[in-house]
Nanobody
Framework: QVQLVESGGGLVQAGGSLRLSCQAL????????MGWYRQAPGKQRELVAS???????NYADSVKGRFTISRDNAKNTVYLQMNSLEPEDTAVYYC???????????????WGQGTQVSVSS
């Protein structure tokens, strides 16, 4: 059984910072791409940032220059450093990972439980 466990959400004032963490736990062979998505009330879930196992990154235009995604492959953990937060960043943030596990080295897609980020003006 594999699960993604998130931490680090909370309430912060505009201009502040938060750091999200997400660790993949279980009988894991390898974690390929990992990423962070967010979903605001009444809106669709959207990609915030992603990172490959080799460290290549991709960001939504709305967070470029403010957010940084990184990972620790030894810990199967991905991080999202969020600086200069804006009220528009308020959403539930979900971690996603492509996890290799099992006898046949199959790849499965997993989601974290979500963590609330609220930015006050």
């Amino acid at each position: 059984q594999v699960q993604l466990v998130e931490s680090g959400g909370g309430l912060v004032q505009a201009g502040g910072s938060l750091r999200l963490s997400c660790q993949a736990l279980g009988s894991i062979i390898r974690v390929n791409a990992m990423g962070w998505y967010r979903q605001a009330p009444g809106k669709q879930r959207e990609l915030v940032a992603s990172i490959t196992s080799g460290g290549s990154t991709n960001y939504a235009d709305s967070v470029k220059g403010r957010f940084t995604i990184s990972r620790d492959n030894a810990k199967n953990t991905v991080y999202l450093q969020m600086n200069s937060l804006e009220p528009e960043d308020t959403a539930v943030y979900y971690c996603h990972g492509e996890v290799i596990h099992g006898a046949y080295y199959s790849s499965f897609s997993y989601w974290g439980q979500g963590t609330q980020v609220s930015v006050s003006s």
